[in-house]
């Protein structure tokens, strides 16, 4: 009775014990103890973890027994059964009885247990018939409550960081390894959706052990992919083998690269809109289940109003500095006598709002008609030097041509593209470019590049397009003879005695066309006003010469 009630209190260890594995390892002790085995081992496969093995024995085990004790246990067993055995260190003519069984319900084992004993007295018989499904059920409810416990603890750590500052990269962090605590994969990465570009950013988080800092700036198109369905339904998606499985080809080639076999993707919504999702792979098909995705599901709410949250203060941030980026491109037009100091605050602020690798001025030579790279923030003047384009040609030509902004989200594959080979020479794969616009009136163009295959937004078409309207008027203010004296100036009167026509302005090297040329002739009603019938500007006549020269022949009339 005594030996009977003593196997009935050998679960409660494993209930009442700080951790799993302490439970596990009394629990065991005193099974040796009991059934008079040498020697024992029990392994546990939770869930959400690496499988939990403990040894134990009668004296002092040695280290090969023990690892040999660990890899009979973490093989699964099918049943209970006992075999003649020669363990480690024993010679061939002694050998040993080694008793196994599955713990838990069975067809659902959660664990396996090893008991090494003298070949005779340790038998099956050693342990009760219902000991090891007891042993199963309470483990399984041990491990449960601890997950629960995890749960709790990563939801409560990653929403904590919501009411305190920290950067959408801690929360990154954060994220990841807390759903490593909770489920099994292999990676795990986030998908950031810009949905105004159809493209989203995939960011590989930092678990279990892997780099510490969320590797950024891999972007992909969002059509074709396993996203674009997350984003259409609004729901997970699970693929339990993309061998086996249709997988869109984006997705499958970025996929199978890393050899994965399982992918689940959890939506990132916040206010009803899906902002992108979590992707977790592993190696192994049907390595997800329900659980793990709901387990997910409840991590990724707190995620998405971090991202939200990150977003909001973004645009705050960018807005900010977009702003003070045009009031200083403004006071640098008004306040600077120098048109070289003024482009090149200009093409700073171009390249600092817009994120962008490079930004170029381009201005028409007078002689020949065509555009030339006046101002360029860090192409080599060799490089410099070759550019020249006519009115049509190019990404460039067709701008200042069509008085349109242009875009080529890949240099590298479009046609239009005038110089590919300086493109994949210097690496820039991507162009915004603007025209410089006086009235109706082309005088050059503003250009920005990109070292990715990138798809420029509305918005920062937008913020380009001031910052070219910026740079047209530096470029007219400095071709009036009245700030000539901070570059070398020079102009001519055309044969129809029009003062816009033909200016020029040399500086940094290059020559910069006035805002305007006219070479026709006036008409009666612009001669009345002193305007040009091209350009609608003012004549160089002031009004104050006009009325001087009045009084002069008036003076002369009277003598």
């Not at 659902?108 to 090891?132: F, I």
């Not at 969320?214 to 998606?237: I, Y």
């Not at 962008?356 to 008609?369: E, F, Q, Y």
Request: charged letters at 25%; a positive charge.
């Amino acid at each position: 009775m005594k030996r009977g009630r003593a196997f009935d209190d050998l679960p409660a260890p494993i209930s009442v014990a700080p951790s799993v594995t302490e439970g596990l390892a009394q629990t065991l002790r005193r099974l040796v103890d009991l059934t008079g085995a040498t020697a024992g081992a029990v392994a546990v496969r939770p869930r959400d973890q690496e499988p939990i093995v403990v040894t134990a024995g009668t004296g002092r085990t040695s280290v090969s027994l023990r690892r040999w004790l660990t890899t009979i246990a973490t093989t699964p067993a099918r049943g209970a059964r006992v075999a003649r055995v020669v363990p480690p260190g024993a010679s061939r003519s002694r050998t040993a009885a080694l008793l196994r069984t599955p713990l838990g319900v069975p067809g659902r084992p959660v664990g396996e247990l090893v008991l090494l004993g003298r070949s005779g007295s340790l038998t099956a018989a050693a342990l009760p018939a219902s000991l090891a499904r007891e042993l199963g059920t309470t483990i399984e409810r041990r491990c449960a409550r601890d997950r629960l416990a995890r749960r709790a603890a990563v939801l409560n750590g990653i929403t904590g960081l919501l009411a305190s500052r920290h950067t959408l990269d801690e929360v990154f962090a954060a994220f990841a390894e807390g759903a490593a605590k909770l489920v099994r994969f292999d990676s795990i990465s986030v998908s950031l959706l810009d949905a105004v570009r159809g493209e989203f950013e995939l960011i590989d988080l930092p678990a279990r052990g892997l780099p510490a800092s969320p590797s950024r700036g891999t972007w992909m198109a969002l059509e074709g992919t396993l996203l674009a369905r997350v984003v259409a339904a609004g729901s997970r998606v699970r693929v339990d083998d993309l061998e086996r499985d249709a997988v869109p080809e984006a997705s499958h080639r970025v996929l199978a690269a890393g050899g994965s076999r399982t992918v689940a993707l959890v939506p990132l919504a916040a206010g009803g809109t899906v902002l992108g999702a979590v992707t977790l792979a592993a190696l192994r098909p049907g390595a997800f289940d329900d659980t793990d995705l709901d387990v997910v599901t409840e991590l990724a709410r707190p995620l998405a109003l971090a991202i939200e949250r990150s977003r909001l203060a973004e645009g705050g941030v960018r807005g900010a500095r977009e702003t003070r980026a045009l009031l200083e491109a403004g006071r640098a037009v008004t306040a600077s006598l120098d048109v070289g100091r003024t482009i090149q605050v200009l093409l700073e602020g171009a390249r600092g709002i817009l994120g962008v690798d490079s930004c170029g001025l381009l201005t028409i030579d007078p002689a020949t008609d065509e555009l030339v790279m006046a101002a360029s923030l860090d192409m080599p003047p060799a490089t410099v030097a070759t550019v020249r384009l006519r009115p049509g040609e190019g990404v460039t030509g067709r701008a200042v041509q069509q008085r349109r902004p242009m875009q080529s989200r890949d240099l590298w594959a479009d046609a239009r593209a005038k110089y590919p080979h300086l493109a994949r020479t210097s690496g820039f794969r991507s162009m915004l470019v603007v025209p410089l616009l006086i009235g109706d009136h082309a005088i050059g163009a503003l250009s920005v590049l990109r070292h990715d295959v990138h798809d420029f937004s509305a918005h920062e078409e937008e913020l380009l397009v001031a910052l070219a309207d910026q740079a047209a008027i530096a470029l007219a203010l400095a071709s009036s003879p009245r700030r000539s004296g901070s570059s070398r100036w020079y102009w001519r009167r055309s044969r129809s005695g029009c003062s816009c026509s033909t200016r020029t302005s040399t500086w940094s090297g290059s020559t910069v066309p006035a805002p305007a040329r006219c070479h026709a002739a006036r008409t009666p009603a612009s001669r009345s006003h002193g305007s040009c019938r091209t350009t609608g500007s003012r004549s160089y006549r002031s009004s104050s010469a006009r009325r001087s020269a009045a009084g002069t022949s008036a003076r002369s009339r009277k003598r």
